[in-house]
């Protein structure tokens, strides 16, 4: 009876984590709240969000301002990554204007949707709207050049319904503001090539995936090989770096499952 009760509840932890790993969700990128009048924008969708992200080619993404102004999006790109993510990336039409909020909209723009266009606020502890206020600036602080990445080290965490596994790179000299990384990983055996916009986390940028999704995937062994392209929110962008190499992560991490 013991061992029938542990494996009911190991069942309802696993069938758990899966659901948890099968739904959807949306990011929505600058993150700062307060963009220049030529800011671009990202939005990425996760699982089953990812039908809204590739509905944009045939749709019209907008900015309304308090005053009920239009600002339409145009659709630069639409990036999958290797693991239930997929993101496009917009820029405006035309100039935004100085001190002013905008919202976030879609054309044909459904219930769930609408539901699913808010960001968590950590000093009101609530979700709100989507939304962005603009300075008085026509662009956002340009970034140095001395900004570089370097390969740091892997880390793969085992988990009941899959790994998390990264290569993490350092930034040196990273600004306090926002900054996107233009991610391009190649696996050299086969040479496939992904893309995807990652950012930056304090002074460290993680390749790969979480236990759920992510942008790139590895193999339990092999070279890959990656080269990143820093820019500002307005898309602004540094050179982009030489090609870096590194092992799968895989490649020496202990499995505790013994595979």
């Not at 050049?145 to 080290?153: D, G, M, V, W």
């Amino acid at each position: 009876m013991k061992k029938i009760i542990i494996l009911l509840l190991l069942s309802l932890s696993f069938n758990s984590a899966i659901a948890d790993c099968t739904s959807n969700g949306m990011y929505f990128f600058p993150e700062t709240r307060e963009i220049s009048l030529n800011s671009m924008f990202i939005i990425q969708g996760y699982a089953f969000s990812q039908k809204t992200i590739n509905s944009f080619k045939e749709r019209t993404i907008y900015l309304e301002s308090e005053h009920g102004e239009l600002i339409e999006l145009h659709l630069q790109d639409i990036l999958k990554g290797q693991m239930q993510l997929t993101q496009a990336i917009f820029c405006p039409v035309s100039e935004l204007k100085p001190n002013t909020t905008y919202v976030l909209k879609y054309t044909d723009q459904t219930n769930s949707e609408g539901a699913e266009m808010s960001k968590y606020n950590r000093k009101k502890k609530k979700r709100e709207k989507v939304y962005w206020t603009t300075t008085g600036d026509t662009s956002s602080t340009p970034l140095h050049s001395n900004l570089t990445l370097e390969f740091k080290n892997s880390e793969v965490a085992y988990y009941g319904c899959g790994p998390s596994a990264h290569a993490v790179f350092k930034i040196k000299h990273m600004p306090e503001s926002e900054v996107w990384f233009k991610t391009e990983v190649v696996e050299v055996s086969t040479n496939t090539s992904t893309t995807f916009y990652l950012i930056g986390r304090e002074d460290q940028l993680y390749i790969g995936h979480g236990m759920c999704s992510g942008a790139f995937r590895f193999n339990g062994k092999g070279k890959y090989k990656v080269r990143f392209t820093p820019m500002n929110i307005d898309g602004k962008s540094l050179t982009t770096t030489a090609w870096k190499t590194f092992e799968s992560p895989f490649a020496t991490a202990k499995n505790p499952y013994g595979n």
